[in-house]
T-cell receptor, first 116, second 112 residues
Framework: GAVVSQHPSWVICKSGTSVKIECRSLDFQATTMFWYRQFPKQSLMLMAT?????????EQGVEKDKFLINHASLTLSTLTVTSAHPEDSSFYIC????????????FGPGTRLTVL | SQQGEEDPQALSIQEGENATMNCSYK?????LQWYRQNSGRGLVHLIL?????REKHSGRLRVTLDTSKKSSSLLITASRAADTASYFC????????????FGTGTQLKVEL
């Protein structure tokens, strides 16, 4: 149990377009989902915390108008990178916290975004 | 900002040897977790140790936590080539809910 999926697993897009990434908890309800960004050979940087039915909380330095997060249900959160530019190219990973789980985050497989 | 610093940044060992990775952090924590990441993949949760615990075992993994020194170590015994991956510590702050702050990571390579 506790499987988290992400779609797509990779995407290549042109500069200026918007890209939507989905994060789903497949077999549990997630009270909270997190979105991270990871550059090559670096650690994960938390971008935002997403709670179902409420606005996402963004970390300092993360543009909320650039990275739109929608937590539509207890099993789905989406991250939309708006007007993507080459510097947005990165590995985006989501995680989900299962209800009644003690601080354990279950991670998705990640989405590789390349902006040309 | 990154809470945890890990050392070494990279570690290369022979199969069968033990691998030890260290993590230091700056502020008080509720718990500390270790994750593994294979190249280009998501993270796999390995073990969670709470702030009132000093040591925890899971299979070939042994984690220690010293809150007075604000440090933790992950020991992998009898390493295998399949253990090759990046390992990250992550801290959950006191009163911070489920939010985690990740360390810089250790890249482990286990050679045959």
């Amino acid at each position: 149990g506790a499987v988290v999926s992400q779609h797509p697993s990779w995407v290549i897009c042109k500069s200026g377009t918007s890209v939507k990434i989905e994060c789903r908890s497949l077999d549990f309800q997630a009270t909270t989902m997190f979105w991270y960004r990871q550059f090559p050979k670096q650690s994960l940087m938390l971008m935002a915390t997403s709670n179902e039915g409420s606005k996402a909380t963004y970390e300092q330095g993360v543009e909320k108008d650039k990275f739109l997060i929608n937590h539509a249900s207890l099993t789905l959160s989406t991250l939309t990178v708006t007007s993507a530019h080459p510097e947005d190219s990165s590995f985006y990973i989501c995680s989900a916290v299962r209800r009644n789980s003690y601080n354990e985050q279950f991670f998705g497989p990640g989405t590789r975004l390349t902006v040309l | 900002s990154q809470q945890g610093e890990e050392d070494p940044q990279a570690l290369s060992i022979q199969e069968g040897e033990n691998a030890t990775m260290n993590c230091s952090y700056k502020t008080s924590i509720n718990n500390l977790q270790w994750y593994r990441q294979n190249s280009g993949r998501g993270l796999v949760h390995l073990i969670l140790i709470r702030s009132n615990e000093r040591e925890k075992h899971s299979g070939r993994l042994r984690v220690t936590l010293d809150t007075s020194k604000k440090s933790s170590s992950l020991l992998i015994t009898a390493s295998r080539a399949a253990d090759t991956a990046s390992y990250f510590c992550a801290t959950g702050p006191v009163g911070g809910g489920n939010k985690l702050t990740f360390g810089t990571g250790t890249q482990l390579k286990v050679e045959l």
